[in-house]
């Protein structure tokens, strides 16, 4: 599974830096290290995979969560997925509100995402696994509601230090 995947190396990543890291360990910054991977690679490289997803193979992709192939709305799944890979990637660079506004764009893409799934599969009986499986659960409402809670958090550490 890609988005498990894509968490562990997250997580890998994260961990790597805050051993190797010179700065010291406060929660803030340890904070903001495991926020820049969860952005970067959570948000930029999973929306990117997701897009390449949505875009190039789009009849397997509807087909796994349930769609019927050949719809035009794949592609605006697709580029909106990789509107939100563009944000993460740029997170490398650019910091602060930038930050909360791709945390806010992208939670609030995967929880309107989580509920035409529900939606789908409680008017459709579409349960597919990739409609109500772990992608719903993990990927759109577990996983955006904690990066929320942690860009929340993240900011009021920030405002506290000031």
Not at 8 to 18: D, F, K
Not at 111 to 121: M, S, V
Not at 139 to 146: Q, S
Request: one cysteine or more; proline letters at 3%.
């Amino acid at each position: 599974m890609q988005l498990l995947f894509f968490f562990v190396l997250t997580i890998v990543l994260a961990l790597l830096n805050i051993i190797f890291t010179k700065k010291p360990r406060t929660a803030k910054n340890v904070l903001e290290i495991v926020l820049y991977y969860w952005l970067v690679v959570m948000v930029g490289v999973g929306g990117m995979l997701a897009f390449c997803g949505h875009a190039f193979m789009a009849d397997k992709v509807a087909v796994s969560i349930g769609w019927q192939p050949g719809s035009p709305f794949q592609f605006e799944v697709a580029v909106a997925n990789l509107a939100f890979g563009v944000l993460g990637i740029l997170c490398i660079w650019l910091r602060g509100n930038f930050w909360v506004a791709a945390a806010i764009g992208q939670s609030v893409f995967a929880f309107g995402a989580a509920y035409g799934h529900i939606r789908d599969a409680m008017l459709k009986g579409n349960f597919a696994i990739n409609n109500v499986g772990p992608v719903l659960v993990l990927g759109d409402v577990i996983l955006p509601a904690t990066l929320l809670v942690l860009i929340f958090i993240y900011g009021r550490m920030k405002a506290a230090a000031k």
